[in-house]
T-cell receptor
Framework: NAGVTQTPKFQVLKTGQSMTLQCAQD?????MYWYRQDPGMGLRLIYY???????DKGEVPNGYNVSRLNKREFSLRLESAAPSQTSVYFC????????????FGEGSWLTVV | KQEVTQIPAALSVPEGENLVLNCSFT??????LQWFRQDPGKGLTSLLL?????REQTSGRLNASLDKSSGRSTLYIAASQPGDSATYLC???????????FGKGTLLTVNP
């Protein structure tokens, strides 16, 4: 059971470089999310997609863009990476918006130097 | 703004002990509350989901309770084992949007 799969698992970027984090889920879930986790800050929502074809900003969207490519895939793009974006990124999915269990990927460790 | 607090930040217990982890939230108008487990270097695994209309949920040795009026939830772990060592996070959902608000977690260590 793959669940939520994220790639890459580790990445080092130079300031100003761009990259895309990929996420795919095989549970036929409608909703997908991108979180970042930082020491002392906990998990914060970057963007979410309530359903295929829709995306909305979360708590900390600045510096990021997302694409809900289809029902399975939800990518997160850093257009011009900054050291403040050094973090662990988690993709997640759920059947609906609320009242449903949310499933997380294993995380992507991103370092911007 | 919803705030979620987990106390203690870290807890160390001997194997076999029953223990309670605490979670408090400032806005009692929640839709549901979830408890997660996070192992080092891994993602979060959902343990229990309590809807706002429920008082508790049980799964194996885990029991989570919810008291909306006081803004509190507890996660009770019975007969703890070294394999229970992990960070436990609670998160609340207000229901009006898709945003879960997470606590910072309790790092649990169960010593053999």
């Amino acid at each position: 059971n793959a669940g939520v799969t994220q790639t890459p698992k580790f990445q080092v970027l130079k300031t100003g470089q761009s990259m895309t984090l990929q996420c795919a889920q095989d549970m036929n879930h409608n909703s997908m999310y991108w979180y970042r986790q930082d020491p002392g800050m906990g998990l914060r929502l970057i963007y979410y997609s309530a359903s295929e074809g829709t995306t909305d900003k979360g708590e900390v969207p600045n510096g990021y863009n997302v694409s809900r490519l289809n029902k399975r895939e939800f990518s997160l793009r850093l257009e011009s990476a900054a050291p403040s974006q050094t973090s662990v990124y988690f993709c997640a999915s759920s059947q609906g918006s609320s009242g449903n269990t949310i499933y997380f990927g294993e995380g992507s460790w991103l370092t911007v130097v | 703004k919803q705030e979620v607090t987990q106390i203690p930040a870290a807890l160390s217990v001997p194997e076999g002990e029953n223990l309670v982890l605490n979670c408090s939230f400032t806005d009692s108008a929640i839709y549901n509350l979830q408890w997660f487990r996070q192992d080092p270097g891994k993602g979060l695994t959902s343990l229990l989901l309590i809807q706002s209309s429920q008082r508790e949920q049980t799964s194996g040795r885990l029991n989570a309770s919810l008291d909306k009026s006081s803004g509190r939830s507890t996660l009770y772990i019975a007969a703890s084992q070294p394999g229970d060592s992990a960070t436990y996070l609670c998160a609340v959902h207000l229901g009006s949007n898709y945003k879960l608000t997470f606590g910072k977690g309790t790092l649990l260590t169960v010593n053999p």
